[in-house]
């Protein structure tokens, strides 16, 4: 079945480096996603991973993907107070069309 | 270049009334998503919807619930019968095509209060 988990909660200090972890079930997926949301706020795409690639960067952003373990996860380096929000990862549903399946979303707070 | 469009952004129902949620895709687009968050909870899948069809409704009660993206106009979400439980943020997303990225372009969300 389709399923993505993720631990619920994250705290740093500002300055260090966030990792948040996730697993998924579909190992058909072709692509995986990291979306942000702030409070009252919709969902925004922070990068994603084509399956066939272990690492991706983007400025403060490092994604690795495990295709064996089926495991995700997005660094950010140098977290600011501007990235406490609740970040989803999601996998692409593998029927051929642009459905996502998202796990509850990991609340990562930054503190000073 | 507008995004995703929803309204309202808040409603307030009171049981077995019905609550009608609208969403305008971004220019181009014409695959929409639903999606519902319930509180403190990730999103699940609703529906995805083409123009004046329905290709997916798996994740969608099998009453009380429907979902519509007309040919003019913008896509709705209609629950009739409200009860506690709708309380949740309703979130449409949009992409231009089934393929490439798989990118969904989300929407501010309607935030559904049930009384």
């Known amino acids: 079945g389709e399923d993505v988990e993720q631990s619920l909660f994250l705290s740093v200090r500002e300055g260090d480096s966030s990792v948040i972890n996730c697993t998924y079930t579909d190992s058909s997926s072709t692509y995986l996603y990291w979306y942000k949301q702030e409070p009252g706020a919709g969902l925004q795409l922070l990068t994603y991973i084509f399956s066939n690639m272990d690492m991706k960067q983007d400025q403060r952003l490092t994604v690795l993907l495990n295709k064996k373990d089926k495991h995700l996860s997005l660094r950010i380096a140098d977290t600011q107070t501007g990235d406490s929000a609740i970040y989803f990862c999601?996998?692409?549903?593998?029927?051929?069309?642009?459905?996502?399946?998202f796990g509850a979303g990991t609340r990562l707070a930054v503190h000073p | 270049n507008a995004g995703v469009m929803q309204n309202p952004r808040h409603l307030v129902r009171r049981r077995g009334q019905e609550a009608r949620l609208r969403c305008s895709p971004m220019k181009g687009h014409s695959h929409v998503y639903w999606y519902r968050q319930l509180p403190e909870e990730g999103l699940k899948f609703m529906v995805y919807?083409?123009?004046?069809?329905?290709?997916?409704e798996s994740g969608m009660p099998k009453e009380r619930f429907s979902a519509e993206f007309p040919k003019e106009g913008p896509s709705i979400l209609r629950i009739q019968q409200v009860v506690r439980g709708d309380s949740a943020a309703y979130f449409c997303a949009s992409s231009p095509s089934s393929g490439d990225t798989g990118e969904l372009f989300f929407g501010e969300g309607s935030r559904l209060t049930v009384l």
């Open positions: 919807l083409q123009k004046e069809n329905i290709i997916d």
């Open positions: 999601a996998e692409r549903f593998s029927g051929g069309y642009n459905k996502l399946i």
